[in-house]
């Protein structure tokens, strides 16, 4: 049987930086004892407030719907933050160039991301009056195509999207739908766009 005394041991740790007092067992509990136990009056309410992407219980369709959601209504708590919801459901590297938008760009900083979204072929999903499903397609397990047709704010703005969503295997991201592409029906970049 192991006995706890309050005796020192080669292993006593000083306390706060002095050297020639060292702690006893009874001490060391009494200091655990200071951490509480529970969590603040205002947890539940900060959780609620953390910002909205991706979650572990969405599915692919769920992703979609929610990106396309909060683009219909991009300025609504703030400016373009229907664009930060997409970044933050964004799949690619942001330390490499990514085909997110087809040809492969430098997306890294949020700045480029959202111009993207502000040039003319891709404007139309900002602040869209109509959307429709054309289709889905669950190509493999882990990875999901949807065609969505858009009617925007603008007289005559149609335009057709497809969303690549992968869920990610291993890693922090394990089980999360993310979007590797969102790309449009068309030569959307035939002009070139300055990012």
Known sequence: MMALCSSPSPFSKPFRGDRSQTLSVSSRFRASADVPDFLSANWLESRRKRPFG????????????HQLDALKYNDQPRQDYGVEVMYRFAGFDPFERSTYFGPFFDLGQFERFRRIFHHSTYRVLLGHKERKILSSFLVEENRFKQRVWIRGS???EEEIFQFTMLQRVGGSWDGYWL????????????KGVAY
């Open 54 to 65: 991706p979650r572990l219980n969405f599915t692919a369709e769920e992703a979609v719907q």
């Open 154 to 156: 603008r007289p005559e």
């Open 179 to 190: 979007t590797e592409s969102l790309l449009h029906d068309g030569d959307g970049f035939a």
